[in-house]
């Protein structure tokens, strides 16, 4: 599909719907084209609404690859060769969603497009940092913060693992969630 793991792999995985939005990473992707810095690729993985809009804006870019759908197996491989994991939601986005938890299960360091509780949970876990979607010079700014800095990268990756493991694993969910199912139902029949 084009993606080289000989790249610092900025990936999204997911549907191109109202809550997200590429144009921040393609306008650094442009800037870095333009310069001729081919250190990083952004590969985007979905489909959408939206998809015709990013794919001429990022048009003629070689650090730009369009995967279209994935399976599971093609989110694996790209789960354990991406550099950094895009959440790049809308400003009033409210919630931590799905994607964060999904690149925090491989590991993947988390480039999160809007702020609030994700931002805060992120900042907690050090396990990645908050952009604001209206300016992709701050995306940029992580980006590069993190290629000249391993350590600060490679410790962003242990957190990411590590928390997903400790606190959003099925195993911590769902036992969490089965104790508070009976916790409920003993109150319940306190009541009663």
Not at 22 to 34: N, Q
Not at 73 to 81: C, L, V
Not at 165 to 190: C, I, K, N
Request: charge should be neutral; include cysteine; proline fraction near 3%.
């Amino acid at each position: 599909m084009g993606v080289d793991p000989n790249k610092r792999i900025v990936w999204f995985v997911g549907t191109y719907n109202r809550w997200m939005d590429l144009t921040p990473a393609i306008d650094v992707a442009k800037t870095l084209h333009e310069e001729g810095d081919h250190r990083f690729q952004f590969v985007f993985s979905g489909r959408g609404d939206h998809a015709a809009e990013w794919q001429d804006r990022a048009a003629g870019l070689a650090n730009v690859v369009f995967t279209g759908g994935v399976t599971a197996p093609e989110i694996s491989w790209m789960r354990h060769r991406s550099w950094a994991g895009l959440a790049a939601y809308r400003l009033g986005f409210n919630g931590v969603g799905n994607k964060i938890i999904e690149y925090m299960a491989g590991g993947v360091p988390v480039l999160l497009g809007m702020g609030e509780d994700s931002a805060r949970m992120l900042s907690e876990l050090e396990c990645g940092e908050a952009y604001d979607p209206r300016r992709s010079s701050e995306l940029r700014e992580i980006i590069e913060r993190w290629a000249r800095d391993d350590g600060l990268h490679s410790r962003l990756k242990v957190n990411a693992r590590r928390a997903y493991e400790e606190r959003f694993s099925a195993s911590r969910v769902y036992g969490a969630y089965a104790d508070h199912l009976a916790s409920v139902l003993r109150r319940s029949r306190g009541a009663a």
